[in-house]
């Protein structure tokens, strides 16, 4: 068995790591979590029964160290059409639809959340033939084609070989759960800003404020080619805001009140999970606790660094030395959510270097009485380089001026956002508030203005793109 080592607190060093991708997944264990230790023990002892459990042997592979205080699950979407899921596609195989590590700091109460695009190309390890499937030989293909070759038990092995973390728990659900979930909470409420037709999703949508149902939220979060400009890292920031809207509506009142939604809601989640057979009910439970005294505003969600493959574009690969060094953080137990606290009150205040706009994420709220402000503001920042995957009205801050919030890690992003346009005024988050980079426009707004090119009019944006961002 691989030693345990204690988790240290470093500064965090990756403020060049776009935040965007926490995934849907991960809104499911982070939401269950927190239901959990609300809920009770004995409560949710009647639900687990219905987890479908499989055996993976870790001890089939060297394995990097654990870490002492630190929980890392592998958490999976599975893309297997078979049974329930066969309606949405044909493909031949398993292969996950969602791959990402969320790893769970219980000593600082901090947790991240890294998505892993299915579209990554590594160099796979070999695994063995095992009950149902061929194994395969060491080879450089994409991430996900692990579970198809090998089933879980490979993907785990080549995640932990890819990365050196260690994972102590996998957790997978299918897409038929994924429905039950939403469905079980009444819908999601979410902003679509322009009509989407995308028959491989199945999806079908007007623009406009709407709720989505189970169906319709799940052709959503794997819609692709319909949406944006059809790669996975579009994907992922829409997947983003989705789980944003869910986490926000399973943690609603009208939820946390309702006995018969949150125990709809816990079944179909607990119907299409399968986990290792190590995570038990003590384990969840354990994991529970932990997760209730995390901070919200302390989870990061981050995607490993890529690049566009060289050998096809339409593929990517991982970004060294920000790959590597991110892998390291997780890996040694470092508390990302740590804004440093060696480094000094001087270092602290720094703003830092300007970073890239492509890889800042902001969602912009219209705190005005002016319909569809927002998403104009959206193709003005997008045209800029801005990743902008939310637009709509604010839920948490009302200023009387136009504002950027940001969080730890966000300050330098803020000032170059802030300092494209006119007027606008930079605050950051009181500590243990719930925050992303967030643009709220305020009565003030005038225009764009300042330094950048967002100076254009308002009239440059065709009538048509206008009339898709008032929808909202």
Same mark, same amino acid.
């Given at each position: ?73 592998? /958490? ?214 932990s997760m209730r005294e995390v901070d919200l505003g302390a989870v990061q969600f981050l995607t490993v660094p890529n690049t566009p493959h060289p050998a ?88 009387? /001026? ?71």
């Amino acid at each position: 068995m691989p030693r345990r080592r204690s988790a240290p607190r470093v500064p965090r060093t990756f403020a060049g790591v776009r935040m965007s991708a926490g995934q849907w997944v991960a809104c499911v264990v982070t939401a269950v979590s927190i239901i959990i230790s609300l809920g009770g023990y004995g409560w949710y002892q009647g639900i687990v029964g219905n987890i479908t459990t499989t055996q993976v042997d870790t001890d089939a592979w060297d394995r990097p160290v654990d870490v002492e205080g630190v929980i890392n699950l592998l /958490v999976l979407g599975s893309d297997v059409r078979s049974g329930e899921n066969a309606a949405y596609g044909d493909a031949e195989g398993e292969r996950p639809d969602v791959m990402l590590i969320a790893s769970v700091n219980v000593d600082s109460g901090s947790a991240t959340l890294v998505n892993l695009p299915r579209d990554l190309v590594v160099d796979l390890p070999a695994c063995e033939a095992v009950e149902g499937y061929e194994g395969m030989a060491a080879q450089a293909t994409q991430l996900n084609s692990a579970m198809n070759f090998g089933g879980v038990g490979c993907q785990w092995k080549a995640i932990e070989q890819i990365s050196g973390v260690h994972l102590d728990h996998f957790v997978m659900m299918d897409f038929g759960g994924f429905k039950d979930m939403v469905d079980a909470v009444g819908g999601v409420e979410m902003c679509i800003p322009q009509p989407v037709d995308d028959p491989k999703a199945h999806l079908t949508l007007d623009a406009g404020l709407q709720t989505l149902d189970g169906e319709e939220s799940l052709g959503f979060v794997r819609s692709r080619y319909g949406q944006g400009d059809g790669s996975d890292l579009s994907r992922i920031e829409r997947q983003q805001e989705f789980m944003g809207a869910l986490l926000r509506q399973v943690l609603s009142s009208e939820v946390m009140t309702s006995p018969a939604a949150i125990t709809g809601f816990l079944s179909a989640v607990t119907d299409s999970i399968t986990t290792d057979e190590g995570l038990t009910v003590d384990t969840m439970t354990d994991l529970a606790i932990s997760m209730r005294e995390v901070d919200l505003g302390a989870v990061q969600f981050l995607t490993v660094p890529n690049t566009p493959h060289p050998a096809n574009p339409n593929r990517l690969a991982l970004s060294e030395p920000a790959a590597s060094e991110l892998f390291g953080a997780i890996s040694s137990g470092a508390d990302l959510a740590d804004g440093g606290e060696e480094d000094g009150p001087e270092e602290d205040d720094a703003v830092g270097d300007a970073p890239d706009p492509s890889t800042v994420t902001v969602d912009v709220r219209n705190n005005t009485g002016t319909t569809g402000l927002a998403g104009q503001v959206q193709l003005q920042l997008q045209a800029e380089g801005f990743q902008v995957p939310s637009t709509g009205n604010p839920e948490l801050r009302f200023p009387d /001026v136009t504002t950027v919030y940001y969080g730890p890690g966000d300050r330098a992003a803020a000032e170059l956002l802030a300092g494209g346009l006119a007027d606008a005024v930079t605050e950051e988050v009181p500590e243990g508030l719930p925050y992303t980079l967030e643009l709220v426009i305020g009565p003030d707004w005038t225009g764009p203005g300042g330094d950048s090119s967002l100076t254009e009019e308002l009239g440059a944006i065709t009538a048509e793109e206008e009339a898709a961002q008032n929808a909202c």
